[in-house]
Every structure is written in structure tokens, then in C-alpha cells.
């Protein structure tokens, strides 16, 4: 007989638990830009803080709950390089982010080669810094 008496603590719990889910169903996730890598390759395959002068820079990261139209930029600075002004970008590219992707990356080429030397990679999005990427060619 006591066990009819954690019916309706059982079921009140329950209900709590159902109504705290429906809360946050259908709740957008914040927009959130994480996991930076940089890497050799499109496919994000060859991770590297390390490149060739001859490589292509690649900086990957992973995107959620972001909105179709959502801009993104990355601002390459060459840190120590004779000529560089290391707060100044060297070269900026801009994205808009189309629905469904999950993993973002910027291409950055040079067919003279890169100078040897230290680099860094900032990545915006809405205009605000979401991450960064230091790297070097050897």
C-alpha cells in the first residue's frame, strides 16, 4: 500500500522533466565557431603549424547554429616578415555562410611562394573575433 503514494511524486517529476525538454525544444542553439586547425589541404586531412614556402594555408573550424547570410572573414597577418606591418593584414577574404554546412575553411595561395617567417590567421564572425590560428613557414 505505501507504493501508491510515490505515484504522484513519480508522476509530478515526470512532468517536471517533460516541461523543461518542451522548453528548450525547437530553442535555436547559439551561434558558436570552434575547433580552429590549420592543415595543408582543403579536406583538412594534413593538420600543420608548419608549412613550405610552396604550400597553400588552409584554416578549418567547425560552425553551429549559425543563420544562412551569417558573415565571416579571415585577416592573414605575416608577424615578422621585412615589409610587413605585423597589425596590418596582408590579405582579408569574406564568406557568407550558406545553410547546412558544418565545417568552414579559408584558402590562402602565393605563387612566388611564401617568405619564411611567422603568421597568424584571425577569424570574424559578424564583425566580432571568434578565433585565431599562429603558424609559421620553415
Keep these: ?29 547559439e551561434p558558436t565557431a570552434s575547433n580552429f586547425y590549420m ?3 582543403e579536406a583538412g586531412a594534413n593538420q600543420t603549424t608548419v608549412f613550405s ?4 594555408f588552409f584554416v578549418h573550424f567547425d560552425v ?3 543563420e544562412a547570410g551569417t558573415p565571416f572573414q579571415s585577416r592573414w597577418y605575416a608577424l615578422d616578415i621585412e615589409g610587413e606591418d ?12 550558406e545553410e547546412g554546412i558544418g ?3 579559408f584558402q590562402l595561395t602565393n605563387a612566388d611562394g611564401w617568405p619564411v617567417g611567422n603568421y597568424k590567421v584571425e577569424i570574424y564572425m559578424n564583425g566580432t573575433k571568434v578565433g585565431e590560428q599562429l603558424f609559421s613557414v620553415q
Aim: aromatic letters at 12%; proline letters at 9%.
Design 1 to 29: 500500500m505505501k507504493h501508491k503514494n510515490l505515484y504522484p511524486i513519480l508522476f509530478g517529476v515526470i512532468a517536471v522533466v517533460a516541461a523543461s525538454l518542451a522548453c528548450n525544444f525547437g530553442t535555436p542553439a
Design 39 to 41: 592543415a595543408t589541404d
Design 53 to 56: 614556402p610552396t604550400d597553400d
Design 64 to 66: 553551429a547554429g549559425i
Design 86 to 97: 605585423p597589425n596590418t593584414p596582408f590579405q582579408t577574404i569574406d564568406y557568407t555562410y
Design 103 to 105: 565545417n568552414i575553411y
